[in-house]
């Protein structure tokens, strides 16, 4: 079968043309469509598995033998059960509960569903959704969801720009982007990390938003002299006089490093600037976010036990550094409240652009 497809549906047809196109109008049609092509169970159970072993049958041993391990069984909708894989005694599937969960979760933070589908004979299930269409790239970012019934992922979920339809653009993404996203195991604690999971993709999927809105105004606020130098030192602290050795030789490494960092073209935004033009916000957002867990060479820094720390929008302390950078701007109302809004929701209300980019300016000198 081709790139190992299995059944489901898609917004919109695939290069191997295998799936079912449809369309999705909320988290429950994106359920519907995938339980009902029997690309998602309805049920998982972990069944002992039995050896029959007739050679047995005249020395009056019991030939039915307990073989070591589980068999993963699903039932579905619409087609027979199918028998998934053999599992060790510690694993833990995804109960069809908790996929729905987090299908809804994604869904009610704004993502906009794109595929219900499995992989491998059902082994594999995925759930895809779009985030952002960013116009002047023509690149689109998407969340993905995918989990496997034979051990051999974990429970993922992420972000990625690479559009997920098969065996083969599931490995490119994973390659591309896996590093970034939440990886669970299939342990007796599965469900309530799921449960946590719901938070971030909430969180992640909102927050991804209006940091793609807040980076629009940042592409258009130049940053020179002085305001670029209180805008550095906010992002990267001078130690201080009583700092030990140390901490002072971290902090005055981090700030040489983060020069470095905006000297990369791929820090740049336009990546080549014409010779003269000025440093942008933007410039130094994509200095500040890439020194959260990269060095300046693009290599991932190591965790403890040397894990990759989990460093996407939506988890880990890049979503940290991206929350500390956001901000909103305080807006007065005719009736002379101030409300706080966010920067696209400031210009839609009537603000000046210019105005509320000075005040993107202020607000990151003054509260990173």
Same mark, same amino acid.
């Given at each position: 079968?081709?790139?190992?497809?299995?059944?489901?549906?898609?917004?919109?047809?695939?290069?191997?043309?295998?799936?079912?196109?449809?369309?999705?109008?909320?988290?429950?049609?994106? +359920?519907?469509? $995938?339980? !009902?092509?029997?690309?998602? /169970?309805?049920?998982?159970?972990?069944?002992?598995?039995?050896?029959?072993?007739?050679?047995?049958?005249?020395?009056?041993?019991?030939?039915?033998?307990?073989?070591?391990?589980?068999?993963?069984? #699903? +039932? %579905? @909708? @619409?087609?027979?059960?199918?028998?998934?894989?053999?599992?060790? &005694?510690? %694993?833990?599937?995804?109960?069809? &509960?908790?996929?729905?969960?987090?299908?809804?979760?994604?869904?009610? #933070?704004?993502?906009?569903?794109?595929?219900?589908?499995?992989?491998?004979?059902?082994?594999?299930?995925?759930?895809?959704?779009?985030?952002?269409?960013?116009?002047?790239? $023509?690149?689109?970012? %998407?969340?993905?969801?995918?989990?496997?019934?034979? $051990?051999?992922?974990?429970? +993922?979920?992420?972000?990625?720009?690479?559009?997920?339809?098969?065996?083969?653009?599931?490995?490119?993404?994973?390659?591309? &982007?896996?590093?970034?996203? #939440?990886?669970?195991?299939?342990?007796?604690?599965?469900?309530?990390? +799921?449960? %946590?999971?719901?938070?971030?993709?909430?969180?992640?999927?909102?927050?991804?938003?209006?940091?793609?809105?807040?980076?629009?105004?940042?592409?258009?606020?130049?940053?020179?002299?002085?305001?670029?130098?209180?805008?550095?030192?906010?992002?990267? /602290?001078? /130690?201080?006089?009583?700092?030990?050795?140390?901490?002072?030789?971290?902090?005055?490494? !981090?700030?040489?490093?983060?020069?470095?960092?905006?000297?990369?073209?791929?820090?740049?935004?336009?990546?080549?600037?014409?010779?003269?033009?000025?440093?942008?916000?933007?410039?130094?957002?994509?200095?500040?976010?890439?020194?959260?867990?990269?060095?300046?060479?693009?290599?991932?820094?190591?965790?403890?036990?040397?894990?990759?720390?989990?460093?996407?929008?939506?988890?880990?302390?890049?979503?940290?550094?991206?929350?500390?950078?956001?901000?909103?701007?305080?807006?007065?109302?005719?009736?002379?409240?101030?409300? /706080?809004?966010?920067?696209?929701?400031?210009?839609?209300?009537?603000?000046?652009?210019?105005?509320?980019?000075? #005040?993107?300016?202020?607000?990151?000198?003054?509260?990173?």
């Amino acid at each position: 079968m081709t790139a190992n497809f299995d059944r489901g549906v898609l917004d919109r047809s695939s290069w191997h043309g295998m799936e079912e196109v449809g369309t999705f109008t909320d988290a429950n049609s994106m +359920i519907e469509h $995938g339980e !009902r092509t029997g690309a998602w /169970p309805v049920g998982v159970w972990l069944c002992p598995l039995m050896v029959n072993s007739w050679d047995l049958v005249d020395s009056g041993i019991d030939s039915r033998l307990a073989a070591p391990g589980k068999a993963v069984v #699903a +039932i %579905y @909708r @619409r087609h027979e059960p199918r028998c998934l894989a053999t599992v060790g &005694d510690r %694993y833990k599937p995804t109960s069809p &509960d908790d996929w729905r969960s987090l299908v809804h979760a994604a869904v009610e #933070a704004g993502a906009e569903p794109t595929g219900a589908f499995s992989l491998q004979n059902g082994t594999k299930v995925l759930a895809t959704f779009e985030i952002d269409d960013d116009k002047s790239t $023509g690149l689109k970012t %998407y969340l993905l969801l995918a989990d496997s019934f034979d $051990g051999s992922t974990k429970l +993922i979920c992420g972000f990625t720009t690479i559009r997920v339809v098969c065996c083969n653009t599931l490995s490119v993404a994973l390659r591309r &982007d896996g590093k970034g996203a #939440a990886q669970l195991k299939h342990t007796a604690s599965l469900s309530e990390k +799921i449960g %946590y999971l719901k938070e971030a993709v909430t969180d992640g999927v909102k927050s991804g938003r209006s940091i793609v809105e807040l980076y629009e105004t940042c592409r258009n606020t130049p940053l020179k002299g002085k305001a670029f130098d209180s805008a550095f030192d906010k992002l990267f /602290p001078k /130690p201080a006089d009583d700092d030990s050795k140390t901490a002072q030789t971290l902090a005055h490494n !981090r700030r040489a490093e983060a020069v470095e960092a905006m000297s990369l073209e791929e820090n740049n935004d336009p990546p080549y600037k014409a010779a003269g033009s000025p440093t942008t916000l933007a410039d130094l957002v994509n200095a500040a976010t890439w020194m959260v867990d990269r060095d300046t060479a693009g290599n991932h820094k190591k965790g403890k036990g040397g894990s990759d720390p989990l460093n996407s929008l939506l988890f880990g302390s890049r979503a940290k550094r991206l929350q500390e950078i956001q901000h909103t701007v305080e807006v007065m109302l005719a009736d002379g409240t101030v409300e /706080p809004m966010t920067v696209t929701d400031a210009i839609a209300a009537g603000c000046d652009e210019k105005s509320v980019g000075r #005040a993107t300016l202020k607000a990151m000198l003054e509260d990173l």
